[in-house]
């Protein structure tokens, strides 16, 4: 059974604490993605991996880091948080490319709350 | 940038089929369009996928016309447990021609008895 496991179901975390919210996933999958989902507005990607060591921005990066220093693992890093991060962040991933066995695997999530 | 439009929410009652349609007027030859369900406090998953005419499965079935402009997404005789969110997904290759895999913001499915 294929699997992507978020560290964390509910984190509570003080404004400008560094927070670390760790995926990790046992498909040997190459793209691994960071989103964040608030009310009203869908999943947002805020960060994304092609393989190990490479990341892209997202549509929303700002405020967030990322590491990708082994393939299963992917984490993202609030480097000062702020309470409009709080919100429920959900990890994925996927093999590379389009078609048939290339869906997107998620964790169950991690709801952040930032006081 | 290939973008999806969605119904915000539909409403439907046990046991009707149920049709969901999303835009897409900007997908690329080779996109595939993907469909996930989501439940409250669940990441999303994996319905089903398409690249063209009709595509069915154990939970779905897919239509896409010759354009693939737009596509539906039917559910055979909802259930109460069909209660969900519903996400159209095509492809979004960046210039790297990595593939960054963006969701909109969904069809909120509500089935009553």
């Known amino acids: 059974d294929v699997k992507v496991t978020q560290s964390s179901r509910y984190l509570v975390k003080r404004t400008g604490e560094k927070v670390f919210l760790e995926c990790v996933q046992d498909?040997?999958?190459?793209?691994m993605f960071w989103y964040r989902q608030d009310p009203g507005l869908g999943l947002r990607l805020i960060y994304f991996?092609?393989?190990?060591?490479?990341?892209e921005k997202g549509d929303i990066p700002e405020g967030y880091s990322v590491s990708r220093e082994k393939k299963e693992r992917f984490s993202l890093i609030l480097e000062s948080a702020s309470t409009n991060q709080t919100s429920m962040y959900l990890c994925?991933?996927?093999?590379?490319?389009?078609?048939?066995?290339?869906?997107?695997?998620f964790g169950q999530g991690t709801r952040l709350t930032v006081v | 940038l290939a973008k999806t439009t969605q119904p915000i929410s539909m409403d439907s009652y046990e046991g009707q089929e149920v049709n969901i349609t999303c835009s897409h007027n900007?997908?690329?030859?080779?996109?595939?369009i993907t469909w996930y369900q989501q439940f409250p406090s669940q990441g999303p998953r994996f319905i089903i996928q398409g690249y063209k005419t009709k595509v069915t499965n154990e939970v779905a079935s897919l239509f896409i016309p010759a354009d693939r402009k737009s596509s539906t997404l039917s559910l055979p005789r909802v259930s109460l447990s069909d209660t969900a969110v519903y996400y159209c997904?095509?492809?979004?290759?960046?210039?790297?021609?990595?593939?960054?895999?963006?969701f909109g913001t969904g069809t909120r499915l509500k089935v009553l008895a």
């Open positions: 991996s092609y393989d190990v060591k490479m990341k």
């Open positions: 498909m040997d999958h190459e793209n």
């Open positions: 994925a991933s996927r093999r590379p490319g389009q078609g048939r066995g290339t869906e997107a695997f």
């Open positions: 997904l095509v492809g979004d290759i960046r210039d790297s021609g990595t593939y960054k895999y963006i």
């Open positions: 900007n997908i690329a030859t080779n996109d595939y």
